[in-house]
């Protein structure tokens, strides 16, 4: 098994929307780093423990996935921009 998570197209499209760049991350439990277009490190998001809008639609479909992804966006309401929240909602939701 990889030790990284395997970023999928839907996450670099939506940074790439945000004029970031991911790449997978070797911090501890997180996903994915987030970089400025520099280089710069930005932050580390998603805890590898739990699914993201992507991993849940291959688990389960997108029907289920939608449901999911309603219920985060409830339960996370808004963050700060440029936040760590913000970036993962953004990127893996």
Not at 13 to 36: C, H, M, Q, T, W
Not at 52 to 73: C, H, Q, T, V, W
Request: hydrophobic share 25%.
């Amino acid at each position: 098994m990889n030790k990284y998570y395997k970023i999928t197209k839907y996450s670099y499209d939506r940074a790439k929307e945000l004029g970031v760049n991911i790449k997978p991350s070797k911090k501890g439990n997180y996903k994915i780093d987030v970089f400025d277009k520099t280089g710069g490190y930005i932050t580390s998001i998603g805890h590898r423990q739990y699914l993201d809008y992507p991993s849940m639609i291959k688990k389960n479909g997108k029907n289920y996935a939608d449901n999911r992804r309603e219920l985060f966006y409830k339960r996370h309401k808004i963050y700060p921009k440029y936040s760590r929240g913000w970036y993962s909602s953004y990127i893996l939701w």
